[in-house]
Structures are given as C-alpha cells and as structure tokens.
C-alpha cells in the first residue's frame, strides 16, 4: 500500500468521523458531500473510475440536494408553526 | 450517555471488529486479486464486444438481467415519491402560486455560478453517455449530471424552470417510460434475434462510438430514465419547497 492511498484512506476515516460528529443538518450535509468526493478519490486511487464516477454524481449531488431541500421545508414550515404561535400570542395580548 | 447504553456500545463494537477481523483474517492480501472472474472479463470484453469499457459490457451485456432489475427498482421509487409528494398536494390544498420573488431569489454570485455550469454540465451528459462503453461512465452517470445540470438553473433563481417541468411533467415522464421500456426491449430483441434474452444481437463494430453491439443504446435508455426519473423527484421537491400552503 502506497503513501497515496494510506493519505486518502485516513482523509476518508477523519471525514466520516466528522460527519457523524455534526449535529447541525445543513453542514452535515455539506460534510457528506466532502466525503463523498474524498471516497471517490480513493476509488479512483484504487483503479475504480467507474464507481468514482457514480459515487461523484450520486453522493456529492444527487443525495446532498434532496437532503437540502427536505431540510429547507422541513424549516419553512417550523417558520411558520412559530409565526402562528406568534400571532396566538398577540391576540392575548388584546 | 448512562452506563448501562455505554455496556450495550462497548458490546456492540466488540462484535463488530471481532467479527470483521475473523471474516477478513483468511481473505488475500490488500491489492491481490485472485477471483477469476474479473479476469475472464478483462480479457474477453475486448475481443467479444470490441467495447474497451469492462465495467460497462458486464453491466449491460453479460449481466444485463441484474441492470434491468435495478432498472425497475428506480421506476418503482420514482413512482413512489409520485404517489406520496402529489397526493400531499392534493390533501393540504396547496396553492399553486410561487412564493414572492424575494423569498426564492438567490445571490448575484450563485446565479453566475450556476448558470456558467449548465452548458457545460450539458456537453458533458453527452460525452459520458456516448463514450459509455469505451471509458467510464455511461447512461446511468450521465444521466445524473444531466439532473444536477437542471437542478444548477434552480440553484441559481430559476426556480420557475422547475415548476414549469413539473406542470409540463407527462413529458419527463414519457422519457423516464420509454427509457425503462428501451432497456426492456433491448433484452427481448436479444431474445427474438438470438434465443437469449440480453445476447447481443447488432453488428459490434470495429472502432469508435459505435462499438460493442447494443451496449451505446443500452446506454442511451438508462439514461434517459435515469435522467427523468431523477427529474421528476427533484421538480416535485422543489415544488413541495417553492410554492406556499394556502392558509
């Protein structure tokens, strides 16, 4: 085993970590993607182009913006549960 | 974390590399290769098919059965997230309006970014899905860089693009239908021309593009279906993101 792939492999040990380690969504998605793109580095070290290729397209893209956009409404509507808890509260008030 | 979820842990993570340095002590070395079937493969896909790209004669030739299940499980995943994000739809009484301009506009630089990628990301999508059985890539690839090329104009504040696809939706559809449908017919054109299902059954040239029999046309189908399956659940989250609840 080469210094390469010794380099890439403790890359994607400490990326998963970090990963795991986030809490807030939005970054861990983002870090998810990084991983993602390191993996593929690794398959591509590992004479893998092909399944480099799919793990770029499907887990740096495909997978980061539906979790993206799940987020952002998941998100919207606990704006909006607030914005009603708001107005409740301003009717009180009154 | 309380002791007694520490123990439970501590288990778990010893049985786990226990037993994943007992079911790997045996196995050869890191980079020793010693399956025959890959080589059997690398050898013959040269020769056999006049196709450069292995990994792509094994996925749609020699093993075209397994991809035509794979195929089927991302129709029916497609058709489950139609099933599950429309019918919310209909249940809330969504209004069909877009939320105010401000609220989905993106930054000058995003939009840039974005909307330099798209023409790019295009050619691209061609390349990858053309040269799919001469280097890697091919349909399957191709077609998710054609979504993420869609998916680049929504980033960069045209959401608008998005909801026009999904009300435009039969069409993306129809490509995501006739791609399944393509891979389908290619096996059973095996089937009526040779007496096996998914035996090449087209001249396998000689240099070139079209090579390696019907391996570019399997290639083309996948990724048309790829493509719009992959289309029709991003339009229908980005709708669910970008049009507003009717109070």
Redesign the interface.
Known sequence: ?NVLLALLLTLVGAAGTITVTIREPVRQTIAAGILSLLLALLFFALQA??V???EI??GS??IP??LL??I??VR?QQT?VEGEAEDVGRGDER | MSRGRLAIALIGLVLLVGGLAWGTAGSYGFGHYHALYGRIVARDSVPDRSATNAVSVTTFDYRGFDTLGEEFILFVSVAGVIVLLRRMRGESGRDESLLAEEDRRASESSRWLGLALVGPLLVLTVYIVAHGQLTPGGGFQGGVILMSAVAFVAVGGESVVLLRLRRASSGVELAESAGAAGFAMIGFGGLVATGTFFENFIAKGTSGLLTGGFIPLANIAVGLEVAGGLLVVISELFDQRFTRERS
Request: net charge negative; hydrophobic share 70%.
């Open positions: 085993m182009p092909d480099a290729l799919s397209v499907v893209i495909a913006l539906m956009l799940a952002a409404k919207d909006a």
